[in-house]
């Protein structure tokens, strides 16, 4: 097992190399990069102060520059023109495109091999801290809402199998397709007016992870506090959460019942509920624990930034949002690199489970 979990260690350097390459030449080649939008900000700024502070150049040159037409040659950025070179190469130089596309790359597979994601170029901050800054909001969003739709999946999913065709299976059904057709963003809003100050009830808070004076609190308390504050989003998150994994479980445990090994385990006489948690149960299991990595991926990161906007949240959904919106490159790429290692480390521990919870499976002899 110990040279299995090593090859797939390694096979992790070569694929994330390879999706970070794809990504990064795509994004650079795109149009309407930094530099593009600084110089679309500058012309559409009337003050010589505002350009000389974008361009990071003298009052006197910053003048020139906006006031001077087809001045030494044409450049390659729409929207330059009537700009000075010296200004549009000042600018290059600030975001780091005055290099070469193909140097710009070796410098950030070298920078990315130490965690050296640079600052970012629009907030002025290192990325780390960004990232760090956001972090507690995205694993609070992410592991409490997965935890529970996995707590509450598995378990329903089990039992409707086991009651198929019951009025238990008929209600549970309707109960998670209708959750599963409500937009979270739009159960958000409804929790937000009924129970946070809207039109109705003022129960629970609308901001933040804790109140404003929760330095003062005790450990206790602060705890309280903590989940409090995560209830209204968390339940908008899980709301279409159960459908997909519930009925996952469900049509993966019927399809191990019909088989002839639990037909045979009945006839040795076994209880029901041996054969089901003795022997169908990590059949049946490795599906859904397939599915894991995404899931969690998915729920972790992705999943919440309509959530974060609405309950004013600031977490990594809303950080990849913003700097895809304002081409903040340092910021995309850092947590594009983040997200693939996690996810990829995330399915090797996938791989892992499925020899704990059934032990005939040995990847070590394929």
Request: no cysteine.
């Amino acid at each position: 097992m110990l040279a299995y979990i090593g090859r797939r260690l390694l096979l992790i350097i070569p694929t994330l190399w390879a999706i970070i390459t794809i990504n990064f030449f795509i994004i650079q080649i795109a149009p309407g990069g930094p530099v593009d939008q600084a110089i679309a900000n500058m012309q559409g700024l009337d003050s010589n102060m505002s350009i000389e502070r974008i361009a990071g150049t003298s009052g006197e040159s910053a003048i020139k520059g906006a006031g001077r037409s087809g001045a030494k040659g044409a450049s390659t950025y729409r929207g330059a023109r009537g700009l000075d070179p010296e200004v549009i190469a000042d600018i290059e130089k600030r975001y780091g495109f005055d290099k070469p596309i193909w140097e710009r790359y070796l410098l950030m597979l070298k920078n990315y091999l130490t965690f050296n994601f640079g600052e970012s170029l629009f907030r002025g901050r290192s990325v780390l801290r960004l990232i760090a800054e956001r972090l507690p909001v995205s694993i609070s969003l992410g592991l409490w809402s997965t935890l529970i739709i996995y707590l509450v999946s598995i378990p329903l999913g089990i039992r409707k199998a086991v009651k198929n065709g019951s009025r238990f299976d008929t209600w549970t059904s309707a109960a998670i397709v209708i959750g599963n057709a409500i937009p979270a963003f739009l159960f958000a809003v409804l929790l937000v007016v009924l129970f946070s100050g809207g039109s109705f009830l003022k129960i629970f808070p609308l901001r933040g992870l804790f109140s404003a004076d929760s330095a003062t609190f005790s450990l206790g308390r602060k705890v309280l506090d903590y989940f409090w504050h995560l209830v209204l989003p968390i339940a908008a998150m899980v709301i279409g959460g159960f459908a997909s994994l519930t009925m996952l479980t469900k049509n993966s445990f019927l399809d191990e019942i019909s088989k002839q090994y639990v037909l045979t385990a009945r006839a040795k006489g076994l209880s029901e509920k041996k054969i089901l948690f003795g022997h169908v149960f990590r059949n049946a299991m490795l599906i859904v624990i397939a599915g894991f990595p995404a899931a969690f991926i998915s729920m972790f990161f992705t999943g919440s930034v309509l959530i974060e906007v609405i309950f004013s949240l600031d977490g990594l959904g809303l950080l990849g949002f913003e700097s895809t919106m304002n081409r903040d490159y340092p910021v995309i790429f850092a947590t594009l690199y983040i997200f693939t290692l996690m996810g990829l480390l995330l399915s090797l521990v996938s791989d892992l489970m499925y020899t704990v919870i059934d032990p005939r499976i040995d990847f070590e002899r394929r």
